[in-house]
């Protein structure tokens, strides 16, 4: 099929040639562009030259694995990624969800359950509220906070840095992208991680929470972190994005 404009393109990242071979056929036949890498050299090269909609990056791979891979790309970019891996084990599957990835596919997998997931993670990731652009941000200035992206440390107005685990880093994230705009429990749970992630849907509040505490956020009376009856949470402070 021709390459057109309208087609989505995904980039395959997978250190198996016939798994590489198989999926950019089936992704082709289903009216996508899809390019592949073997590793994470590859990765980068490809990522220089061009700007994909969506990754599938499998976790077990030579040098880096994918799980820094996945954290390194989140560090720069909002690209939607699908992790793969021959391990089903729910620990793997969490710390993936926590490094960044959109969704997580065990394998062996049908290509028809891996395009179903991608459908749907590009349909939820579009339909989701506009932010600033990452791949430019370095770090965001907020009431007196700063939150440096490449490092992940959290600094006080007094100076002290304050420890963040991978969950409250990506939330944290998350409303600094969207300063002084409400936003639904639902759209929060979608840009935390997939849907389908039962632990942290159930657990959402319990993370608005504890990053409020990081903040020394009044629970009773947050200033920085407000709650929205009836609607979600909205970070109620100014933002400034430095690149």
């Given at each position: ?28 036949k ?11 050299k ?37 690209v ?52 600033l ?40 994230r ?64 100014q ?5």
């Amino acid at each position: 099929m021709p390459v057109t404009a309208m087609q989505d393109h995904v980039l395959i990242v997978d250190d198996d040639a016939e798994t590489r071979s198989l999926l950019r056929e089936y992704l082709q036949k289903q009216g996508y562009r899809a390019t592949v890498a073997a590793d994470g050299k590859a990765l980068r090269g490809a990522l220089e030259t061009t700007r994909p909609d969506l990754i599938v990056l499998d976790l077990m791979l030579p040098g880096d694995d994918g799980l820094e891979l996945c954290r390194d790309l989140r560090t720069r970019s909002n690209v939607p990624i699908i992790m793969l891996t021959a391990r089903g084990e729910e620990t793997d599957r969490i710390v993936g969800l926590e490094m960044g990835a959109d969704d997580y596919l065990a394998k062996p997998f049908n290509p028809r359950e891996l395009l179903a997931r991608i459908k749907s993670v590009l349909r939820r990731t579009r339909s989701l509220p506009g932010n600033l652009e990452s791949e430019a941000v370095k770090s965001f200035r907020f009431a007196g906070w700063t939150l440096d992206v490449a490092t992940r440390n959290l600094t006080s107005p007094e100076g002290v840095v304050v420890p963040l685990s991978g969950t409250e880093f990506k939330l944290l994230r998350i409303f600094l992208a969207h300063p002084n705009r409400v936003l639904t429990r639902d759209q929060v749970i979608e840009l935390m991680i997939s849907r389908d992630a039962g632990p942290f849907d159930r657990a959402i509040d319990v993370q608005v929470s504890r990053l409020r505490q990081r903040l020394r956020d009044d629970a009773r009376e947050p200033r920085i972190i407000k709650t929205v009856r009836g609607q979600g949470y909205v970070l109620a402070a100014q933002v400034e994005a430095a690149s």
